[in-house]
């Protein structure tokens, strides 16, 4: 069969002669407005996003100011936290460096002999303190806290016995005998009295000894806190008079 166009010829011309003359420019300035709209469309969506994100910058700066006044604010608190802990830590360190004095001085009392009298007493925790001029260069051995005892007995026997006597004290380590010596051998009295500082009360035949007791505890150093003075080691010295009474010329008991 053959096709019939039923438009009529005139609506067929018209049709035909509208669609030439536009020469396809109607789809031209479509496509361009599409185009427009669509770049438009970007720019605004762009823009959003920059003010998005200029407003969170500006919220995240002023949240880091204000965590940085607050930091500022408690600087103070920081730093007294860290004195206090160094503070601490030094209390510490001189409570584990402490030595009980008063125990090791009450054993010394209890051990010592009747027949022995001492003339100075001196305890020092570490060599390097110096109390007078008398110190024993036997004192530097150890460095650890020390007794120096010095006086006087009946006989060196009792020296001996002094020491051994010495050696029962709780934490002793050693006992050095520094002297133990006579001033005369005659036998006779000298002419020394018990107020010229000669300890054996005008007897020459009682030796004056000198000896050292070290302990096993050893004296840890201690750092000094800032802006607080370093604290010498505990030191205690005494001296016990020599007796007034006088002692038999020979080797006897003298209390």
């Known amino acids: 069969m053959r096709a019939v166009n039923l438009i009529p010829a005139e609506d067929r011309r018209g049709a035909g002669g509208a669609a030439g003359r536009s020469g396809g420019g109607a789809y031209a300035v479509l496509g361009g407005l599409a185009v427009a709209v669509a770049m438009a469309s970007a720019w605004v969506v762009t823009g959003n996003g920059l003010d998005d994100k200029q407003a969170q910058l500006d919220r995240i700066s002023q949240q880091a100011d204000q965590a940085e006044a607050q930091a500022q604010s408690l600087a103070s608190y920081t730093k007294f936290a860290a004195v206090r802990a160094k503070r601490v830590q030094t209390v510490s360190q001189l409570a584990e460096s402490r030595f009980d004095w008063a125990h090791a001085l009450h054993e010394v009392a209890r051990v010592l002999p ?42 060196q026997r009792s020296v001996a016995k002094m020491m051994a006597r010495m050696r029962l004290i709780d934490g002793v380590e050693r006992v050095s005998l520094d002297n133990a010596a006579k001033g005369d051998t005659s036998g006779g009295t000298s002419t020394g009295s ?31 806190a800032p802006g607080t003075a370093t604290t010498a ?11 007034t009474t006088s002692a038999p010329a020979s080797g006897g008991t003298t209390k």
């Open 114 to 155: 009747e027949n022995a009298w001492l003339t100075n007493l001196t305890a020092t925790s570490s060599p390097g303190v110096s109390v007078g001029s008398g110190a024993s260069g036997l004192r530097g051995a150890l460095a650890v806290p020390a007794i120096e005892v010095a006086g006087c007995t009946t006989s």
């Open 194 to 224: 018990a107020g010229s500082g000669d300890c054996r009360g005008g007897h020459a035949q009682f030796p004056q000894f000198s000896m050292v007791v070290f302990f096993s505890q050893a004296a840890a150093p201690v750092a000094a």
């Open 233 to 243: 080691a505990a030191v205690a010295s005494t001296t016990t008079p020599a007796p």
